[in-house]
């Protein structure tokens, strides 16, 4: 996985769509990059290696306290309680970086 920007599907000569719209592209888009990248790997190095990711992009300035939203919200319904509230965790550790 590059990053949690290189899902962004932007055209320089096109129209660029409503926020809502780009939020949603965004994170079907960094859905399917997910999927990609993690084919056959443990929950654990799944997790790891999103922490990681996150934890540069955040550093460097790339990734912002609301991408980490859109991502809880977009995963936060496919888990169960117990797994929901170790993303939940996890976003908000990486919201204090």
Do not use: C, W
């Not at 996985?1 to 409503?18: A, G, I, Q, R």
């Amino acid at each position: 996985m590059k990053d949690f920007k290189s899902y962004s599907n932007e055209h320089p000569n096109e129209k660029p769509p409503e926020k809502s719209q780009t939020e949603y592209n965004n994170t079907v888009e960094l859905a399917k990059v997910l999927t990609r990248a993690m084919n056959g790997k443990s929950e654990g190095q799944i997790l790891h290696t999103i922490i990681s990711e996150a934890e540069r992009g955040k550093r460097d300035g790339s990734l912002s306290n609301e991408d980490l939203d859109n991502f809880y919200n977009a995963l936060s319904p496919m888990l169960d309680g117990f797994k929901k509230r170790k993303l939940k965790e996890v976003i908000t550790r990486l919201k204090s970086i």
